[in-house]
């Protein structure tokens, strides 16, 4: 009798400690009340309940532009001949003899004949002749002129071959990358990128690089599709990159799929994101504690906490109540920020759940044992 008691004993004080200790048990993250009791201002951050007024306050542009220097570019001159080019050249004599016809044949085909680094062009019995910045009717003339001199009243065709001087790379989310030249009807961004196929994912998620020597700027395909103004001219040696939106943010706690997740559109909400990650799991989510993780720069901390004067980032915890009238259209209005930790918090009977799943082998256990005691 006296060991049953014993063991009776210690098995009570086994479900004494589990039930004090319900938040040891296995959990994904804290819970409600360990993210908002802060009575003595001892949490790294800061906890703000989202309204429409602080969802105003932290809403970002995410929208993107050129910087005007490259907008105020000038197109390329796609009717002069730049460095790189290579151009035929077709000569007549009115000669028997010519001085590039011996034979007689009247038609003389030079071999293709490429611009050179400093923008000239060798014409046999010629020489060097400047090319870079000619149209082809004047270098045409340029030609005749200099063979006037050698032969009677020479004709001359010029026409261009390969337009190798004026050539812009694409690369990255494209259907055709390569290298394009710059021609009159592709002498601006959006004709470009349809040369090369278009991109090949969501407009909304495809941003384009441009890089022109030193600088370079980006703005995304649906900024370009709806802002004329970003269709700007290309310029020689410009390297286009499309590629896919690098912002993330991460879902943990009670939600379908906890995950990093790229973002899917441009504008991403709290209400949308929920969504991209299957949304909260209905058996142990407490819609109450649907929290974003965010560090504020000074200029919106400055104004989501008026006269404290920040001047270093601010770590803020945002917290919105699903169950709240109108909860869901404020989480639709709170958009997400690259680097964002959207977490929700656990329902409280979850965790007596726990504790009454981890407890129940050992009060089968003092069942047993009080049945072997003869208690």
Not at 271 to 292: I, Q
Request: proline content about 7%; glycine content about 8%; overall charge negative.
């Amino acid at each position: 009798m006296f060991h049953g008691r014993r063991l009776l004993g210690l098995c009570s004080a086994a479900l004494i400690s589990l039930s004090a200790a319900a938040c040891t048990l296995p959990r994904s993250g804290p819970y409600l009340e360990e993210i908002t009791a802060d009575e003595q201002g001892l949490l790294p951050f800061d906890l703000i309940a989202v309204t429409p007024d602080v969802a105003s306050i932290t809403r970002v542009d995410e929208s993107s532009a050129f910087a005007i220097r490259f907008m105020q570019t000038p197109p390329e001159r796609t009717n002069t001949i730049a460095r790189g080019d290579v151009i035929a050249i077709t000569v007549w004599e009115n000669i028997d003899e010519g001085l590039l016809s011996p034979q007689g044949i009247g038609a003389t085909t030079l071999p293709n004949s490429q611009v050179d680094s400093q923008g000239f062009l060798f014409v046999p019995y010629v020489g060097a002749i400047r090319a870079e910045g000619r149209t082809m009717t004047q270098l045409r003339e340029a030609i005749r002129t200099e063979l006037s001199e050698r032969t009677l009243n020479p004709q001359v065709d010029v026409f261009p071959v390969e337009a190798g001087g004026r050539i812009v790379s694409i690369q990255g989310q494209v259907n055709s990358p390569g290298l394009y030249p710059i021609e009159k009807p592709t002498e601006r961004l959006l004709a470009m990128l349809a040369r090369a196929g278009g991109v090949n994912d969501d407009p909304e998620i495809i941003r384009i690089k441009l890089r022109r020597g030193s600088e370079s700027g980006v703005i995304s395909v649906q900024d370009l599709y709806d802002r004329p103004e970003n269709d700007i001219a290309l310029r020689a040696g410009d390297a286009l990159i499309a590629e896919r939106d690098r912002r993330i943010f991460t879902a943990l706690g009670a939600v379908q799929g906890p995950a990093t997740v790229p973002f899917p559109t441009r504008d991403l909400s709290v209400a949308r994101a929920l969504g991209v990650v299957g949304g909260l799991v209905d058996a142990t989510a407490d819609p109450t504690g649907v929290f974003v993780f965010r560090v504020e720069p000074p200029e919106i901390a400055d104004r989501l906490f008026p006269g404290r004067q920040t001047t270093e980032p601010t770590r803020v915890a945002y917290i919105i109540d699903l169950t709240e009238p109108g909860g869901l259209f404020v989480a639709a209005d709170f958009m997400m920020r690259d680097q964002d930790t959207l977490y929700v918090t656990t329902a409280p009977f979850v965790r007596w759940q726990k504790v009454l799943q981890s407890i129940a082998p050992l009060v089968g256990f003092a069942g047993s044992a009080r049945s072997l005691s003869g208690i």
